[in-house]
């Protein structure tokens, strides 16, 4: 791409946010820092020093253990030695315990070993230690789960069948998620994330706020609250939290209830469109991320990863977008963490 083809899809990438939200565009500096960060022939861009953001990190030890997730390399260790090298060899500034399949329903059962590896690695770091796990509602719905489908029943018209499915539903939902963050509460953690919320729906997004405010307003332990994607789906459509529709948020109005609901930390996602560049989906996400952090009270830790926040879906994400999208969500966002 031409310089002049690198800041029209900027341009375009930030418009088509402000559009989409109803939130202010990038301005002139921010579009050309942007522009110039992507046109720079150097492999990896940083931010300025004095700048540097905090890390947070959902899956844990995937990166290493597994073969397959997160770009694994199938380390032949443990998962309490890999949290080890990430706080002593890669110098990470916060690490997470959580199982391979990260979903409540299936990991409660085995939440025992887990609290193991939770208590061991309490006695052997000292970075703080979140517990992760998604809500993932839609385990609950058949055939995986109890309940039946909104996906089946929606497609056939039984829209309040959907609904009430999604209602009781998302009471167990709820209650599997306070009782697996209050086992970890007595294991020692640090503090919970709560990740890829929403992925189903504003049903997955109001257990997510109730069981984040159960646990802020009875226990000290801070909770991060970290998205699935930009907009939240409203499959069920009517679901309210203290006042307000959850179908259709943004990631700066997602904020505003999870700051409500108590959270420590947001974690705001932008999804990919994978038909546009690289420089495009950056602008977009870092326009939708700058409307949270002008109005947050709480630190805003932006997702940037494979398929969201600008970096692509590939197996190995490439250095210098990963190295340019987070620093334009340092520098030009404000995001106060990645």
Same mark, same amino acid.
């Given at each position: 791409?031409?310089?002049?083809?690198?800041?029209?899809?900027?341009?375009?990438?930030?418009?088509?946010?402000?559009?989409?939200?109803?939130?202010?565009?990038?301005?002139?500096?921010?579009?050309?820092?942007?522009?110039?960060?992507?046109?720079?022939?150097?492999?990896?861009?940083?931010?300025?020093?004095?700048?540097?953001?905090?890390?947070?990190?959902?899956?844990?030890?995937?990166?290493?253990?597994?073969?397959?997730?997160?770009?694994?390399?199938?380390?032949?260790?443990?998962?309490?030695?890999?949290?080890?090298?990430?706080?002593?060899?890669?110098?990470?500034?916060?690490?997470?315990?959580?199982?391979?399949?990260?979903?409540?329903?299936?990991?409660?059962?085995?939440?025992?070993?887990?609290?193991?590896?939770?208590?061991?690695?309490?006695?052997?770091?000292?970075?703080?230690?979140?517990?992760?796990?998604?809500?993932?509602?839609?385990?609950?719905?058949?055939?995986?789960?109890?309940?039946?489908?909104?996906?089946?029943?929606?497609?056939?018209?039984?829209?309040?069948?959907?609904?009430?499915?999604?209602?009781?539903?998302?009471? &167990?939902?709820?209650?599997?998620?306070?009782?697996? $963050?209050?086992?970890? @509460?007595? #294991?020692? =953690?640090? %503090?919970?994330?709560?990740?890829?919320?929403?992925?189903?729906?504003?049903?997955?997004?109001?257990?997510?706020?109730?069981?984040?405010?159960?646990?802020?307003?009875?226990?000290?332990?801070?909770?991060?609250?970290?998205?699935?994607?930009?907009?939240?789906?409203?499959?069920?459509?009517?679901?309210?939290?203290?006042?307000?529709?959850?179908?259709?948020?943004?990631?700066?109005?997602?904020?505003?209830?999870?700051?409500?609901?108590?959270?420590?930390?947001?974690?705001?996602?932008?999804?990919?469109?994978?038909?546009?560049?690289?420089?495009?989906?950056?602008?977009?996400?870092?326009?939708?991320?700058?409307?949270?952090?002008?109005?947050?009270?709480?630190?805003?830790?932006?997702?940037?990863?494979?398929? &969201?926040?600008?970096?692509?879906?590939?197996?190995? $994400?490439?250095?210098? @977008?990963? #190295?340019? =999208?987070? %620093?334009?969500?340092?520098?030009?966002?404000?995001?106060?963490?990645?």
């Amino acid at each position: 791409m031409t310089p002049d083809e690198v800041r029209r899809d900027v341009l375009e990438g930030s418009a088509a946010a402000a559009a989409k939200a109803k939130i202010p565009a990038l301005d002139e500096n921010e579009c050309e820092y942007i522009v110039d960060m992507m046109c720079s022939p150097s492999r990896i861009w940083g931010v300025e020093r004095g700048h540097e953001a905090v890390m947070s990190k959902d899956g844990g030890t995937n990166t290493l253990i597994s073969s397959r997730l997160s770009c694994g390399v199938a380390a032949p260790i443990g998962r309490e030695a890999a949290v080890r090298l990430f706080e002593t060899a890669f110098a990470f500034d916060t690490m997470e315990v959580g199982h391979l399949d990260y979903s409540v329903k299936p990991s409660k059962f085995i939440v025992s070993v887990k609290q193991e590896h939770m208590e061991l690695l309490q006695h052997t770091t000292i970075l703080p230690l979140f517990y992760g796990f998604m809500p993932n509602l839609g385990l609950y719905y058949q055939p995986d789960g109890s309940y039946p489908n909104p996906s089946d029943l929606l497609p056939m018209g039984k829209i309040e069948e959907a609904r009430r499915a999604q209602e009781e539903a998302l009471e &167990v939902c709820q209650a599997d998620v306070m009782w697996q $963050s209050k086992m970890m @509460i007595g #294991t020692g =953690a640090d %503090a919970l994330n709560y990740d890829t919320v929403a992925s189903t729906g504003d049903a997955e997004f109001l257990a997510a706020l109730r069981a984040t405010e159960e646990i802020t307003s009875t226990t000290d332990l801070p909770v991060q609250v970290s998205m699935a994607s930009e907009m939240v789906l409203g499959f069920h459509g009517q679901l309210e939290y203290r006042g307000t529709r959850l179908a259709g948020l943004w990631p700066h109005q997602q904020m505003k209830l999870a700051e409500a609901a108590g959270a420590s930390i947001f974690g705001p996602v932008v999804n990919n469109n994978s038909r546009k560049s690289c420089a495009w989906n950056i602008a977009r996400a870092v326009t939708f991320v700058k409307a949270c952090t002008t109005d947050a009270k709480i630190p805003i830790h932006a997702n940037v990863g494979g398929g &969201v926040g600008g970096v692509p879906m590939c197996e190995v $994400s490439p250095l210098d @977008i990963v #190295t340019r =999208a987070s %620093a334009a969500m340092i520098e030009v966002g404000k995001a106060d963490g990645l």
